[in-house]
């Protein structure tokens, strides 16, 4: 079986080319100024994107393959591709076998070379001043979660490429079995999750209540939890519909009570369940069968509301948004959240971008995700009443809204002043929660 | 009678790699591994490592002592295949035992081709292709004070450089009028060569072994000049040729080589072949070829297994391109795709500096790379080899491919295949 591991991940998009990842690698490994030793090899250019050469630590290391003398193999702990300089025959049939440049002779140290990982604590990405390059732990962290009890049943059945699926198995198994989980309407029961042919979608209690009265339910069943004497999570798993439009009124109740349950919004930005209607999340400019695209009508023409932000004025015991494309960040927040809803209300707020109702190839999923942050189309924050709000991922440097519109099919019909608008929302939104880090708690 | 799912006949990069491909598609499915050698897998490429002492003997293993248990691999050492029998999906082996498979993967390698010289029967010469071969050339250079190469191909060349560096006398003769013919082209061959006249190894070039004759303590070798060699340790390296002799009357398709598609398939059902063993396409034209090299084993290997186990990501073999590494007191050879061309369409760059030992060669056709051959010239050969077999059109970047093609094979894979 396969498996992850951490590991050095690079954007171009945000990388200047300073050069500043070599010097520190050459410093690191050979303890020399000269850039031949860095282990890392950016390629820029004027006016055109850099390029990177190192290596990927593969899960299928050719350069392994290759060796005749049993002097490299991937490391089962930590994945790294560790070189033994003892069995080592400088035959260089490694880097025959690199198709990525990640393993060189280095002529000055008479054999060749490759990224160690510096043991988990990579030189290079310490340095990038840019944000470059980042360290990736998600791989430790998919270990760490994969040793856990996939708590739904398999073979939901939700559409090629979706991510709630892959949320909210990810999310049970961290949570664990001493939950109880209300699915109100919409794609997450529609998948299978409160169950069929009499029998649960899920191996721990769940039940399906309406759209409007779910933080109530759970509200309730913990009251009577509490008084029998049991500590028993309780667990909304919502769509922005059962959120921010018709479940509106028992959140906002059960969050200004501080009623102790964690509130999973998995935002698709519609009704996608029932044939892809528009909601309150639903971003202007978007197509949805509610907001076709014709002569008279160009998609949405109102802004999608900032449910997170709104929770947040409910000086909630825990607020936090999410994207599947930083496991790592999201995995914090969960157990911060979970760890939050034992005082009082806690509410994660994850983006999920749908294939089937924005139209996007289902392999793209993870991409749009990471297109989603990468622009500033979603931020990543969480907010506690003493700590105020706290990017969790800086919002410098966005790509333009643009990189991201152009993947989805929703947005195909989009004009000009339509994407400026969106640019312009996208600002605004960053520049009033930047707003908020400034206060030191909000109250 | 014995059997097993998946039967791999070989221990070598072809067999591993492809057992290794099963294991990820079936990981219950038996595997068994039978081999003529009784030591733990290892590599011809490093024996010449063996004969110098970089490596110990007891340390060039391919895979780590447990390897096999944790994949539950079975093996059968000490045990040539002498029969196939397709008609009962079964082989026989040395011994007479017989095993049943579903699939069959023939990966025997190859075995030195002893060239026809009148009285080479009647000498203890030695050749290097085994391990066993390794130690006994390592403990015979321990006590020879002149030594004779037969062939200046890698085996010739390592074994001249590791008996030359043990203190020895040595003369390399070779038919051909370069060394390392079919990888370097005569101007970097000749670099090679003059290393080598340099460190006191005497280059017989362009001559052959008329006839050996057995000494006392040795033999003597008359060229087809007239020339006399003494010799108390004669290493012959004229090439290797793959291991078929099983193959008679099994109705298997065989010409230099066990004749394979793309997909390693041969033309019975259910046997693959793969590495030294195998001929298959060749990617600058439509014939078969045995290339006998490393990296291809290890492609073909790779390509058989995913083939047996039905693996869906399976891409078909998309040709040979000849390709070697080769070091020489500390200078670095490299040769990826053709190193030469009578096509006159061609365009060919050549940077040669005889001062520095520098040299390096590039072919392009129609804005696609050819081959690149460099000696003291860093490259990224896996680079330069994805280059070749994605076709990638160089037209626009040319000059600057030229020019550095170490940064722009970096810049070119960065941009296409990262």
């Known amino acids: 079986m396969g498996t992850a591991y951490n590991s050095i991940t690079f954007n171009q998009a945000k990388c200047d080319g300073c050069g500043d990842c070599m010097r520190a690698c050459a410093q690191a490994k050979a303890g020399s100024e000269d850039l031949i030793h860095a282990r890392i090899q950016i390629l820029a250019r004027e006016d055109a994107p850099v390029e990177l050469a190192m290596c990927r630590q593969c899960g299928d290391p050719k350069c392994v393959s290759n060796c005749p003398a049993g002097a490299l193999n991937k490391n089962p702990e930590s994945g790294v591709i560790d070189w033994d300089a003892n069995k080592c025959v400088n035959c260089l049939l490694c880097t025959v076998g690199c198709a990525y440049g990640g393993i060189t002779f280095d002529a000055a140290v008479g054999h060749v070379s490759k990224c160690d990982g510096c043991d988990g604590d990579p030189a290079c990405v310490k340095v990038c001043p840019t944000g470059a390059l980042e360290y990736s732990t998600a791989g430790s962290l998919y270990r760490r979660i994969s040793e856990r009890e996939d708590l739904f049943v398999p073979g939901l059945s939700a559409c090629q490429g979706c991510n709630s699926e892959l949320l909210i198995r990810h999310t049970l198994r961290n949570v664990g079995s001493n939950v109880v989980v209300a699915t109100p309407p919409g794609c997450i029961p529609g998948m299978g999750t409160v169950g069929y042919n009499g029998r649960t ?11 409007t009265n779910t933080a109530s339910m759970l509200a309730g069943l913990k009251k009577q939890y509490n ?25 906002s109740g059960a969050a200004e009570r501080n009623e102790q349950q964690l509130f999973l919004c998995v935002d698709n930005e519609g009704y996608m369940n029932t044939g892809m209607q528009s909601s309150g999340s639903t971003p202007a400019g978007s197509w949805t069968s509610t907001t076709p695209v014709g002569e008279a009508m160009q998609g949405k023409r109102t802004d999608a509301k900032n449910m997170a932000k709104i929770m947040m004025m409910h000086n909630c015991e825990y607020v936090a948004t999410a994207s599947l494309a930083f496991m790592d960040d999201y995995y914090e927040k969960l157990d911060k959240a979970l760890e939050a809803s034992r005082r009082g209300f806690a509410y994660l707020h994850v983006y999920a971008p749908c294939p089937t109702g924005w139209r996007f190839p289902a392999s793209d999923t993870i991409e749009v995700c990471r297109k989603q942050v990468e622009t500033n189309f979603v931020t990543l924050w969480d907010f506690t009443p003493e ?14 809204i643009s990189v991201y519109l152009k993947q989805i099919g929703k947005y195909k019909h989009l004009d000009q002043a339509q994407v400026d608008h969106l640019q312009r929302r996208v600002e605004d939104q960053v520049r009033s929660l930047q707003a908020f880090t400034h206060m030191s708690a909000a109250g | 009678m014995n059997a097993s799912k998946y039967l ?3 221990s070598s990069h072809a067999a591993l790699e492809a057992a290794r491909a099963i294991r990820m598609q079936d990981d219950a499915g038996s595997i068994t591994l039978i081999s ?4 733990a897998p290892y590599s011809p490429t490093v024996l010449p490592y063996v004969v110098s002492g970089r490596s110990s003997a007891d340390r060039v293993s391919l895979r780590t002592p447990d390897y096999f248990q944790a994949e539950a691999i079975n093996r059968v050492t000490g045990q040539a295949l002498t029969r196939l029998l397709p008609a009962e999906q079964a082989v026989e082996l040395e011994d007479g035992q017989r095993w049943h498979y579903e699939k069959l993967l023939l990966a025997t390698g190859a075995t030195p081709v002893i060239p026809p010289v009148p009285g080479l029967d009647r000498i203890d010469y030695r050749v290097l292709r085994t391990l066993d071969d390794a130690i006994a050339l390592r403990d015979a250079a321990g006590k020879a004070a002149n030594a004779v190469v037969l062939g200046a191909g890698l085996v010739g ?3 001249a450089e590791n008996l030359a560096e043990a203190g020895i006398a040595v003369s390399v003769v070779e038919m051909q009028s370069q060394v390392l013919p079919g990888y370097f082209d005569a101007q970097a061959a000749e670099l090679i060569r003059a290393a080598f006249d340099r460190q006191g190894v005497t280059m017989k070039m362009g001559r052959r072994a008329q ?5 006392a303590d040795g033999c003597r070798v008359h060229l087809d000049n007239g020339e006399v060699l003494n ?5 012959v390296g004229t090439g290797v040729r793959p291991v078929t002799d099983y193959c008679q009357g099994s109705g298997l398709d065989l010409d230099q080589g066990i004749l394979v598609d793309d997909h390693m398939a041969t033309n019975l059902p259910n046997i693959w072949a793969a590495g030294d063993v195998a001929q298959a396409r060749d990617f600058y034209s439509d014939a078969k070829v045995v290339t006998g090299i490393l990296p291809d084993a290890v492609e073909q290997g790779r390509i058989a297994g995913m083939a047996m186990v039905e693996d869906p990501a399976l891409q078909p073999y998309r040709g040979g391109v000849p390709i070697n590494t080769y070091t020489f007191y500390g200078q670095q050879a490299i040769s990826v795709g053709i190193s030469d061309t009578a096509d006159t369409a061609a365009q060919v760059a050549v940077d040669f500096d005889a001062e520095r030992g520098y040299f390096q060669k590039i072919i392009l056709k129609d804005g696609r790379l050819q081959g690149i051959s460099a000696i003291n010239a860093a490259l990224d050969p896996g680079i330069l080899w994805q280059l070749i077999l994605r076709r990638t059109d160089l037209s626009e970047v040319k000059a600057e491919f030229l020019a550095q093609p170490l940064e722009t094979g970096r810049r070119l894979m960065s941009d296409t295949w990262r």
Do not use: N, Y
């Open chain 1, 201 to 211: 979608g899920t191996k721990v209690p769940v039940f399906h209540p309406l759209l």
């Open chain 1, 227 to 251: 008084r029998l004497g049991r500590d028993v999570t309780m667990l909304a798993l919502a769509g922005d519909g059962g959120v921010g439009d018709v479940g509106f009124q028992s959140l």
């Open chain 1, 387 to 400: 700590q105020g709000l706290r990017f969790t991922r800086s919002v410098e440097r966005p790509a333009p």
């Open chain 2, 8 to 10: 791999i006949v070989g």
């Open chain 2, 36 to 39: 003529r050698d009784t030591h």
């Open chain 2, 157 to 159: 060349m390592h074994g």
């Open chain 2, 211 to 215: 006839r050996v004759e057995p000494q």
């Open chain 2, 231 to 235: 010799a108390d340790l004669l290493l």
